[in-house]
Antibody, heavy 118, light 108 residues
Framework: QVQLQESGPGLVKPSGTLSLTCEVS?????????WSWVRQAPGKGLEWIGD???????NYNPSFKSRMTMSVDRPRNQFSLKLVSVTAADTAVYFC???????????WGRGTLVTVSS | YELTQPPSVSVSPGQTARITCSGH??????AYWYQQRKSGQAPVLVI????KRPSGIPDRFSGSNSGSTATLTITGAQVEDEADYFC???????????FGGGTKLTVL
């Protein structure tokens, strides 16, 4: 069955760049139209960051739009998130997820904790 | 755009728990509900498209959407249903995804 696995540095310095990758295993990244990133700050709620279409089109949360980039690497079956100029407020568990159809998050990675600290 | 949920709901085992989610686009957009047993763990879908239940979700979970409020109902709540519940939908354009702030359900 399809599984998602996030990877990337667990510690990023303030004003630095957060870079995460989500590997899709057990199936093709082309099997779904949209792939997404969601985060959860410690003790807080879920926050949608943005989506990427398997063909490369993107849809970003306006709250992050000016400092984020998402990309897809179809040969490697993975997609990525870059968030620049991070602050302590960006400390969170970052989840990658698959969108079923247009709306539904139907598959999630286990999440990876990213801490922004000097 | 925001989806508003009560921060907490508390019931005794066997009672009915109702968790609401309010948003002005809900009359036109589906609501989804996710259960998260522990913060930082992957959420689990318990209701999709307002009223539908994924396979494997107990039938004590049900959903409704009327007016600007979607409701998750757990009929005969069990101790194992203690978790955070998040509603999810999109804005009126369908372009932006939004989660509610989450409701902590206590069953004791």
């Amino acid at each position: 069955q399809v599984q998602l696995q996030e990877s990337g540095p667990g510690l990023v310095k303030p004003s630095g760049t957060l870079s995460l990758t989500c590997e899709v295993s057990g199936g093709s990244i082309s099997s779904a139209d949209w792939w997404s990133w969601v985060r959860q700050a410690p003790g807080k709620g879920l926050e949608w960051i943005g989506d990427i279409y398997f063909g490369g089109s993107t849809n970003y949360n306006p709250s992050f739009k000016s400092r984020m980039t998402m990309s897809v690497d179809r040969p490697r079956n993975q997609f990525s998130l870059k968030l620049v100029s991070v602050t302590a407020a960006d400390t969170a568990v970052y989840f990658c997820a698959r969108i079923k159809g247009v709306w539904e998050f139907d598959l999630w990675g286990r999440g990876t904790l990213v801490t922004v600290s000097s | 755009y925001e989806l508003t949920q009560p921060p907490s709901v508390s019931v005794s085992p066997g009672q009915t728990a109702r968790i609401t989610c309010s948003g002005h686009a809900l009359p036109k957009k589906y609501a989804y509900w996710y259960q998260q047993r522990k913060s930082g763990q992957a959420p689990v879908l318990v209701i999709y498209e307002d009223t539908k239940r994924p396979s494997g979700i107990p039938d004590r979970f049900s959903g409704s959407n009327s007016g600007s409020t979607a409701t998750l109902t757990i009929t005969g709540a069990q101790v194992e249903d203690e978790a955070d519940y998040f509603c999810y939908s999109t804005d009126s354009t369908g372009n932006y995804r939004v989660f509610g702030g989450g409701t902590k359900l206590t069953v004791l």
